[in-house]
């Protein structure tokens, strides 16, 4: 059964950094884009960005480019998403979701439940 499970979430201040993860089960992450979204109260999906795991470089969004990092750790199955410089608009619920194919293509057919990340002082 394919699966992808968040955690890491918590509350934090503004300026904090924190790590959240995505263990994939199923499957591995190896051959699929591994993407990361975000959705704050009142507000739609945002897309935070994507892991290519064909050549395994990421892509981010304009609001978290710079402060985001994307990365995996193949053994434990795992992709990661470190957020440094938290703002108070970074609060959201976070969700990782798997691409059908290894590169980042938009699509996405399974997704975790998420992880909440409240930035608050």
């Known amino acids: 059964q394919v699966q992808v499970v968040e955690s890491g979430g918590g509350l934090v201040q503004p300026g904090d950094t924190l790590t959240l993860s995505c263990v994939a089960s199923?499957?591995?992450?190896?051959?699929?884009?591994m993407g990361w979204f975000r959705q704050a109260p009142g507000k739609g999906r945002e897309g935070i960005g994507c892991?290519?795991?064909?050549?395994?470089?990421?892509r981010y969004g304009d609001s978290v480019k710079g402060r985001f990092v994307i990365f995996r750790n193949n053994t434990k199955n795992t992709v990661y998403l470190q957020m440094n410089s938290l703002k108070l608009e970074d609060t959201a619920v976070y969700h990782c979701?798997?691409?059908?194919?290894?590169?980042?293509?938009?699509?996405?057919?399974?997704w975790g439940q998420g992880t909440q990340v409240t930035v608050s002082s």
């Open positions: 979701a798997v691409d059908p194919r290894p590169w980042c293509s938009g699509t996405y057919d399974f």
């Open positions: 199923g499957f591995n992450i190896d051959y699929y884009g």
């Open positions: 892991l290519n795991n064909e050549d395994g470089t990421a």
